[in-house]
């Protein structure tokens, strides 16, 4: 019978939820690697026994963690991110020059059929790859080489590549995004990069039409549809239809465009969720209501889903890469809370209800759906 | 502790570890570390990376060799932190007699 596997990363280490496609009873394993920041879990599309993980600490740094049986054992795997060349430098928060210094992964894309590739998005910006199941990793440099990599500035959250995205269709085209440069092209399998950031308004720049220097937060991608993406920026959710040549706001009636996460149906490619979040600097919902809002015009037209979901007195954030979809005929969908819970959803948003309720800060979540 | 034999002459230093890494290094003790020549915080690092790998990058950064901010090394109650890294370890030390310490700084979390 079939089922899901939904990877949670929390600041105090990774834990495994299983239940089969009725999604109502769990199973819960974890805390593994107990202690630790687990950035992100991801498993490979090629071999869903195959998991990647992305251990890290303030105090030891970072290690790379796969599993090659779902999830149940765990081996440490490369752990040597050097930047390719002498590293130069990005503006500090102050504005001055500051040397591009490895601090943490962020985000891992296994390849969409080779299991043995990996990419890996981190802070400082820049984006490595392994073709040896995480053994070895070596930075494709022509996106921190960008010559405008000199202006880009860190995000609150640290100058991160937070977000990898991979076209299904068109060999070669990736896209990424970067907190607080923007989103890149690129169409060559990583090699060179342009940013594709027009139409996006940020208030909080010099140029507020820069070509980069935008927060953006989240894309996401239909599989069925890869140049349509979708964004939730530091303010406003935005959307293209072109593959990121151009992109427009659809932020529509939404009680406030901030959020981090935005995903997409599995079988709508116009129904769209997003976590209205009060602003940058109340990372809450708003009146304290968690509220996940659904379009299903790809946009403009936002409606609130609330069943399940706690709507007083509720001041948790949902981060960036903290929420997914599954695959299933009725589409869960899944999202964890820096309070600890992960809710799910067996019908597409209609009604949630929590996995887990008292987990260390979630940091992210993924769904893995299995035969 | 490791059990592989030491070379003629080396001298084996008990290293004690902090938690996360004795469960990354998938040690649950002490580990000796064999030195043949100069003990010093260097050639024990140096031993402990070549003998256990996943600990590459986790006590020092991997180009510049030096400590990371919140890893202090201790030994007969003083604080070597920060010490030159190729000032010789004290004498017992050197002959397993008393432990060099890794530790995690305490700084919160």
């Known amino acids: ?371 | 502790m490791t059990g592989a034999v030491p070379p003629a002459g080396a001298a084996v230093i008990r290293v004690v570890l902090p938690a996360h890494l004795r469960t990354l290094a998938c040690v649950d003790g002490p580990v000796d570390v064999h030195v043949d020549g100069l003990v010093t915080q260097r050639t024990v690092l140096d031993a402990l990376e070549a003998s256990h790998p996943v600990l590459c990058g986790k006590i020092r950064d991997r180009r510049s060799g030096q400590r990371r901010a919140f890893v202090r090394f201790f030994a007969c109650e003083q604080d070597l932190s920060h010490e030159p890294p190729d000032a010789p370890l004290p004498g017992v030390v050197a002959t397993g007699a008393e432990p060099y310490l890794i530790v995690g700084a305490m700084a919160g979390g």
């Open chain 1, 1 to 371: 019978m079939s089922g899901v596997r939904v990877l949670v990363g929390t600041r105090k280490g990774a834990f495994v939820l299983s239940a089969d496609a009725k999604r109502e009873k769990w199973e819960v394993s974890g805390p593994h690697f107990a202690g630790w920041e687990i950035y992100h879990v991801k498993g490979s599309p090629a071999d869903p026994d195959r998991l990647f993980a992305s251990q890290t600490s303030g105090w030891f740094g970072q290690v790379i963690q796969r599993s090659d049986d779902g999830g149940t054992t765990w081996q440490p795997v490369g752990s040597d991110f050097s930047y390719d060349g002498v590293p130069g430098t990005h503006q500090w928060y102050d504005g001055t020059p500051h040397p591009w210094e490895f601090e943490r992964v962020w985000h891992l894309e296994p390849s969409l059929d080779d299991p043995d590739t990996v990419w890996a998005g981190v802070e400082d910006a820049g984006l490595f790859k392994s073709t040896d199941g995480g053994q070895r990793w070596t930075e494709l440099p022509g996106l921190r080489t960008h010559r405008s990599g000199p202006s880009w500035q860190p995000g609150a959250g640290g100058m991160c590549l937070h977000t990898i995205i991979l076209d299904p269709d068109k060999p070669g085209r990736m896209f990424a995004a970067i907190s607080a440069a923007g989103a890149f092209r690129s169409d060559d399998g990583g090699q060179t990069w342009r940013p594709v950031n027009k139409g996006l308004h940020s208030e909080g720049i010099p140029d507020e039409d820069a070509e980069v220097g935008h927060c953006v937060h989240r894309l996401a991608m239909h599989p069925s549809r890869p140049d349509v993406l979708y964004m939730q920026k530091h303010w406003d959710v935005m959307r293209t239809d072109d593959g990121a040549d151009s992109w427009r706001e659809v932020s529509g009636n939404l009680p406030t465009d901030f959020g981090f996460p935005i995903d997409v149906h599995a079988h709508e490619p116009d129904t769209i969720y997003v976590v209205p979040i009060t602003s940058d600097s109340h990372h809450f919902p708003p009146e304290g209501k968690l509220r996940v809002y659904r379009s299903k015009t790809g946009g403009d037209e936002w409606e609130p889903l609330t069943k399940g979901l706690p709507q007083e007195h509720c001041y948790v954030n949902v981060l960036r890469d903290a929420m997914a979809v599954d695959s299933l005929e009725d589409c869960g969908v899944y999202f964890g809370t820096t309070g600890g819970q992960v809710y799910a959803s067996a019908d597409a948003g209609d009604s949630w209800a929590p996995i887990v309720r008292d987990l260390p800060a979630v940091l992210s979540v993924e769904v893995q759906t299995l035969p």
